[in-house]
């Protein structure tokens, strides 16, 4: 990857999507090869920097006890003016606003007062604080409904503005715009390429993206 690229992964359940981000951030070392950040290997690197250098943006967003500030600082030395302008860039503001005390209300065990799609607001905020090198969304959006997914792909926006990301997606829809998506089938990169050049491959990637667009219409005439 070159710096400040975009870059979807995506594949079946059980590709090996997850895998790649694990091994990147030596959550478990790789048995065979390297995996190299700015030239040098992973593992030559100490686990803290290493990490340092990454945001993670999860499907299941942890929370924690205490405020909502603390919850996007996460001890860090961060100002309370940038943390309200993360949280206004994507768009936390909106729901944060509403709540008795803003920034400053507390937020209950594991984030129960919130709704799915706040929580996951929180968390880009949250990773747009920290401004980091490299932004990983893994299936960041599969868990919120359309009108929240809408206001979050605006933050995206924002959020990789300037900074390489990686987003391993189950939506198509959501990396579709990526300067490249990579096809990972039974734990190996099969396809690599832009949107509209794999669909042209007619492929693996054109198969999820039939069967996705299938599973949608199928939907839509239940709904009807």
């Not at 190299?36 to 992973?42: K, T």
């Not at 300037?162 to 190996?188: C, N, P």
């Amino acid at each position: 990857m070159r710096p400040g690229q975009r870059v979807g992964i995506v594949g079946a359940t059980g590709a090996g999507k997850s895998t790649l981000i694990n091994l990147l951030l030596r959550f478990y070392d790789v048995s065979r090869g390297r995996i190299l950040v700015d030239g040098a290997d992973v593992r030559a690197r100490r686990l803290h920097e290493l990490r340092a250098m990454f945001s993670l943006v999860l499907q299941d967003v942890q929370l924690f006890s205490g405020t909502i500030a603390s919850n996007i600082r996460l001890g860090a030395d961060i100002a309370d003016e940038a943390v309200r302008r993360a949280a206004d860039a994507v768009h936390a503001s909106g729901f944060i606003d509403r709540l008795p005390q803003g920034l400053s209300s507390t937020v209950g065990e594991r984030g129960a007062s919130l709704s799915v799609g706040e929580k996951q607001l929180l968390s880009f905020a949250r990773a747009l604080a920290f401004d980091p090198r490299v932004l990983i969304l893994d299936e960041a959006t599969s868990s919120v409904d359309t009108e929240t997914e809408l206001l979050i792909r605006d933050a995206l926006k924002v959020l990789m503005a300037g900074r390489t990301t990686i987003a391993v997606a189950h939506r198509l829809s959501t990396i579709q715009d990526m300067d490249a998506i990579l096809v990972f089938h039974k734990g190996e990169l099969r396809e690599s390429g832009t949107h509209q050049q794999l669909l042209a491959r007619r492929g693996i990637y054109h198969r999820l993206y039939q069967l996705q667009y299938k599973d949608q219409e199928t939907r839509l005439e239940v709904a009807e």
